[in-house]
Every structure is written in structure tokens, then in C-alpha cells.
């Protein structure tokens, strides 16, 4: 998936998204975001926002 035409804030959300998913699976040991797809998503969003000097916090994955 391509991000370069995407919004800042339409990426902000999806970055979220994951992350606060990320923090519900840690809370409630499920396992939604342990696929490999969902953090190679996630690296290439945050690269993004790297890029366009965007602020985010980091995800906590669960273990």
C-alpha cells in the first residue's frame, strides 16, 4: 500500500489505530496485531510520518 497520497491526518489515524489496537491486545491478551502484516504496516507508516517530520508515539507490541 502506497501512503504518498494519502493525508497526514488520514495516516495519523491509521497509525493510531494500530497502535491503540496494539495496546488493547496487550491489555487483554488477544493477539490481533501479532501478524507480521500489521507491523510491517505500521514500520512503513511510521516511516511516512518520519518523512513528513509528523510527531507520533511509538507502539508497544505485545509480547
Known amino acids: 500500500m502506497s501512503f504518498e497520497r494519502m493525508s497526514d491526518a488520514s495516516i495519523a489515524r491509521y497509525y493510531e489505530s494500530i497502535r491503540e489496537q496494539a495496546d488493547a491486545d496487550r491489555k487483554h491478551k488477544e493477539h490481533f496485531t501479532a501478524s507480521p502484516s500489521v507491523r510491517e504496516r505500521a514500520d512503513k507508516l511510521r516511516q511516512e510520518m518520519i518523512k513528513r517530520r ?10
Not at 509528523?54 to 509480547?63: A, D, G, L, R, V
Open 54 to 63: 509528523m510527531q507520533h508515539s511509538p507502539i508497544n507490541w505485545p509480547s
